[in-house]
């Protein structure tokens, strides 16, 4: 007779979080890639030359959708989000490497997602054509409540079949997609502006795109952070309706 687990003591949680692990991304490295084309060897000397000289080249690159040259970049993200977060990432395939944690290998802590009080809960119009308005204070009261007694429900299942020594891979099937997990997300340049078109809305896009809020959160803070890599490539981007080259 295997003992009862203990009560779930889970966790809540309506952010996303993303670090910028390691990066080797410039604008700089657009030139010289861009001008290899043309100078050959001497492409070279664009690697310590002010890329603030040559910011007109980047916008001709993004104007004219020369995609290549900024592809010659990388940086690493670690992201913390709900799963079916990652599970619309991972539709983005090119130009990107992911590593998440495993629930075959290790045990799963019991923090989950549920929406704060900013996010829209209602949905009008059909798919393709529609809007997200705000909820009432009862249907955020009633959304967190039910979330969270399905998520300590299905987290004491989990429990019980571990403690009852079913294995992790078996387990961890009655765990919602709302459970957060963990990945490294690696990409250049050129792979992240698609992303960014598609994943966040922005008032410059000359493309509409209608993102889940909850990959556009993560979306955010990755610019964010490229922004700060590489300004002039991202500016170009802005400038040219943030549609990727």
């Given amino acids: 007779m295997t003992d009862t687990p203990e009560p779930t003591k889970a966790h809540f949680r309506s952010d996303v979080t ?14 010289f890639a861009a001008r290899v084309s043309t100078a050959g060897e001497q492409s070279l000397e664009e690697v310590t030359k002010d890329p603030e000289r040559s910011k007109g080249l980047i916008n001709f690159l993004m104007r004219d959708r020369h995609g290549s040259p900024f592809e010659h970049n990388s940086m690493t993200f670690f992201i913390s989000a709900p799963i079916f977060v990652f599970r619309e990432f991972m ?12 629930g075959r290998y290790r045990e799963l802590e019991p923090v989950f997602y549920t929406p704060g009080e900013s996010r ?3 949905q009008r119009g059909r798919p393709g054509k529609y809007e997200f308005v705000e909820g009432t204070p009862e249907q955020h009261a009633l959304t967190s409540r039910v979330m969270e007694d399905s998520y300590r429900q299905a987290y004491d299942a989990y429990q019980e079949m571990l403690a009852a020594g079913v294995a992790r891979e078996v387990a961890r099937a009655v765990l919602p997609v709302g459970l957060f997990s963990t990945m490294y997300a690696t990409c250049n340049a050129r792979s992240l502006m698609h992303f960014l078109g598609l994943r966040t809305q922005h008032e410059l896009a000359k493309v509409p795109s209608f993102p ?3 990959i556009e959160m993560v979306g955010a803070q990755m610019e964010q952070h490229w922004a700060g890599l590489m300004p002039l490539t991202h500016a170009a981007f802005n400038k040219n309706g943030r549609v990727a080259p």
Avoid: P
């Avoid at 993303?18 to 030139?31: F, G, N, P, Q, R």
């Avoid at 539709?91 to 944690?101: K, Q």
């Fill in 120 to 122: 829209k809960l209602i």
């Fill in 18 to 31: 993303v670090d910028l692990v390691k990066s080797a991304a410039a604008d700089s490295d657009v030139l």
């Fill in 212 to 214: 889940q809020r909850e």
């Fill in 91 to 102: 539709r983005h395939r090119v130009g990107w490497s992911y590593n998440e944690e495993s």
